[in-house]
């Protein structure tokens, strides 16, 4: 299988999007705004591959061009608009993928309610044919399996924290290695359910907004 090569100049479209990060290439029109929102879980990085944008972040304002780069940070507020006199098309990235993904705001600073979209607006194709009641299953058994991977890993950093204090006084650097690893196996765990559930509150979300959607 070859490896999927990308380009900005006609891949206009979300290139790889899953619970850890959606990146993606944006195509602006002249003149053309993107109304201000903030992402409650994570950050967003902008990199300009053609024309000039605008960027308004936090009330900090700056004009970027090709090659240049900008970040808006978890609950920064970020809006963007092409200033030149072409096409804009940038590259961007926000992580995590978790909806809602994108918090708007009212203009007395209160939050809009949660903004779910379905899953074509980010190029996937939706799952029209699992029942809504297997999907709510599917993120209950996932939420279980969250829960008793955080529970392990509480349990494991009570013990291991005590044998790396105990190594590290006694200059015991396999020892503190060793209780170092066992901590780092027990928080993977934890990711890795917590991506499991991302997938699956993802295909929720999505269903529950999904205005083809004719299944029971």
Known sequence: MDLPVYDFRTDIKNV???PQIRSRFLKMAVGQFNEGHTHDLGHEIFLI??????FVIEGRKAILGPGQLCIALKDEYHTVENVGDEEVIMYLSVTPHIQPTHTRWFEDGTKRPPNF???TNYDLMPDRTTPTADLVDACLATAETFATAAAAFA???KHQADELKRAASAKNQDDVVQARN??????????TTLANFSDDWNE???RTVDPEYTGS
């Open 204 to 206: 929720l979300g999505s």
């Open 182 to 191: 066992a901590m780092w196996a027990a928080l993977s765990a934890v990711y």
């Open 16 to 18: 790889l999007v899953t």
């Open 155 to 157: 349990e494991t950093m």
């Open 117 to 119: 979209t379905p899953n």
């Open 49 to 54: 591959l053609q024309g000039k944008a605008e």
